[in-house]
Nanobody
Framework: QVQLVESGGGLVQAGDSLRLSCAAS????????MGWFRQAPGKEREFVGA??????YYADSVRGRFTISRDNAKNTVYLQMNSLKPEDTAAYYC??????????????????WGRGTQVTVSS
């Protein structure tokens, strides 16, 4: 049974930093690409970043502020978020997939999802 569990969300002020974690189990983590998406109320799920064994991908809105990384020994993927803005407020979800490449920018590429962690950035 595949499980993805996000943690690290919270309430912060604009300009602050947060690091999200996503712990995976039940899948061969080393061979999976992992992605981060976010969803604000009333909006569609939005790509944030993704990582596989060779590359990282970022949405234009977060490039330069967010960094995605992974620790295969811990089956965990991270999202370091710096210089947070109120528009970053959303529920953040991690996804897992065997797909790779630019398709990682699409939520449809991910068969496995966590339940999300809330990030709220006040101005």
């Amino acid at each position: 049974q595949v499980q993805l569990v996000e943690s690290g969300g919270g309430l912060v002020q604009a300009g602050d930093s947060l690091r999200l974690s996503c712990a995976a189990s039940g899948l061969p983590f080393n061979s999976y690409s992992m992605g981060w998406f976010r969803q604000a109320p009333g909006k569609e799920r939005e790509f944030v970043g993704a990582i596989n064994d060779a590359s990282t991908y970022y949405a234009d809105s977060v490039r330069g502020r967010f960094t995605i990384s992974r620790d295969n020994a811990k089956n965990t993927v991270y999202l370091q978020m710096n210089s947070l803005k109120p528009e970053d407020t959303a529920a953040y979800y991690c996804g897992g997939t065997r797909n790779s490449g630019e398709v990682l920018r699409s939520a449809f590429a991910y068969p496995y999802w966590g339940r999300g962690t809330q990030v709220t950035v006040s101005s």
